[in-house]
């Protein structure tokens, strides 16, 4: 039996047939032009399903069920949609929308779990017990993944380890709390602190890499100075690192994964990025003699999308 | 079927027969004398699982096996006993030893996890499908339920939610970090901020309670006197509850479950401390309009470490 995945994106919808082994046999895309109603978004999701299907050169009856990844909160149980803000939806029907296109078993869940369930099956992950994906993007996501299946709680809102009070009065976080993990762990954390950083040392690299205007700072700018050894430039990696590795020891504590992944656009940092954290985890784990997760980075890459998406039906 | 419950403490040990249903039919208790070598205390720890039996009217033949829940951390997998700091134990072959004994599936966990799955079996968070049990004692330990069995992780060193770190650079914990929550989440911090406040409020009903002597005071005195509306008090019970709400919301962020349990000794300051966690937690929650994990009071008492060891069985 085949599976479709498909991950559903501010900008652009993805979908792909997938097999048994996570492998894509075929893939397509449209825009999601968020400023229509979700009625005729959902109708685009089931044509594209629909296209994906013929250019694997199957039809429906080979397809087990349709899996969908959204950026925002799922209720898996009910199918519906409480809360996503990127596409702007609140208390969206889906799957009941979806069963109005096609009729076969339709899934949805978060999309940081969906990528941590791909990499469960296919990536860097795979066969492992208890894994926990952690997307260090704009914001910091989660997946949870115990026994091959992604974990989402009683209520459908779990694993938003973004929002594990790291630093009890800490920095404000969006969501209303102060010192959230997220406030420390994403490419935000690290664009804050080099703003902070340059306003005492404009004569570091990072000024130059951004022309003088401390406005265009990104991550990988200081991640790339930091690599050049600039002392201001490391100051913020060191602190982010030193963020990053107390909330992965709490996760540890909590929920003892086998393997702790690290996605989205700072794990882009690669090995650079994976030593430091590998170090400064073991500094503060708790029972250092014992076996504890091992830390990697993504392996599978803008396709963990789909291919988690569509192993939501397995 | 029947089960064998073993609660395994510094000073004594408790064991009981215990039906389907959670319900104790015999019990009965034997000094842990833990200067002898671990061999003699799991001889002693056999020998009153045959008497339990018999005082229950049964034989072995009618016990489908014997759960024992231990004061440090396990390996449920291995039956091997890592660290048990009270007991003075290390790398100790539980399971194993036990079965020199009795040839009975025997099966290994944490205390406070056996206490949750007591609770999930028999106890305020029956039924559920996800639970967590807090330990509020000298320290804090967890108890993880997830479809009504234990999740102890994959290496059995998960649900030490006393040691998820809460305030990164915050107090000094024993286990070599700063801000665990244990610093402000257990008995031992009430009393750490009740002798910091009562040197600068010497007038506190605190020092009347304690005869004067800092020293003296207990989590129970703070408490009974911040019901008496001493302002040094309140601050201190204040204090304590928003850290222990804080640790709430993370978990809630986490894992989502449908019941958080309140267990330990300071849990016996009731609805007084319930009605401030709930109060406190609802004000930092992150999905306000969503559904979110009921926080209650453990219900059934010392009984919890025989029933729930019994349950490990089922």
């Given at each position: 039996m085949m599976y479709i995945g498909v991950d559903l994106g501010g900008t652009g919808i993805k979908a792909g047939v997938v097999n048994?082994?996570?492998?894509?046999?075929?893939?397509?895309?449209?825009?999601t032009m968020i400023e229509r109603p979700y009625q005729a978004i959902?109708?685009?999701i089931a044509a594209l399903c629909g296209r994906v299907t013929a250019e694997a050169g199957l039809t429906m009856d080979d397809i087990a069920g349709i899996g969908v990844g959204v950026p925002g909160i799922c209720d898996p149980k009910t199918g519906v949609i409480p809360f996503c803000t990127?596409?702007?939806w609140h208390q969206i029907p889906f799957v009941e929308e979806m069963h109005k296109h096609i009729d076969k078993p339709v899934r949805v869940d978060n999309d940081a779990t969906v990528a941590g369930l791909a990499e469960s099956v296919a990536g860097v992950s795979?066969?492992?017990?208890a894994s926990v994906f952690i997307t260090l993007g704009t914001g910091v996501g989660g997946g949870i993944i115990i026994n091959g299946r992604p974990y989402s709680g009683a209520h459908g809102v779990?694993?938003?380890i973004g929002h594990m009070i790291l630093k009890m009065?800490?920095?404000?976080c969006t969501c209303g709390?102060?010192?959230?993990?997220?406030?420390?762990a994403s490419a935000t954390a690290i664009i804050r602190e080099a703003r902070r950083a340059v306003e005492k040392h404009s004569e570091s690299a990072i000024m130059e890499a951004c022309g003088g205007d401390p406005e265009k700072i990104n991550a990988k700018i200081v991640i790339d100075c930091a690599k050049a050894n600039d002392p201001t430039a490391l100051t913020v990696f060191d602190g982010y690192v030193r963020g990053l590795a107390h909330g992965i020891v709490s996760i540890i504590n909590v929920l003892d994964p086998e393997v702790i992944v690290l996605g989205g656009g700072v794990s882009a940092a690669g090995e650079y990025l994976l030593d430091a954290v590998r170090a400064e985890v073991e500094k503060h784990i708790f029972y250092k003699t014992m076996p504890h997760a091992h830390i990697e980075l993504a392996q599978l890459g803008p396709d963990a999308g789909i291919i988690g998406a569509?192993?939501?039906c397995k």
């Open positions: 048994q082994q996570g492998e894509i046999l075929s893939k397509g895309s449209t825009p959902i109708a685009d990127n596409l702007g795979a066969g492992s017990q779990g694993s938003e009065d800490g920095e404000m709390n102060q010192g959230c993990f997220e406030r420390y569509a192993m939501l």
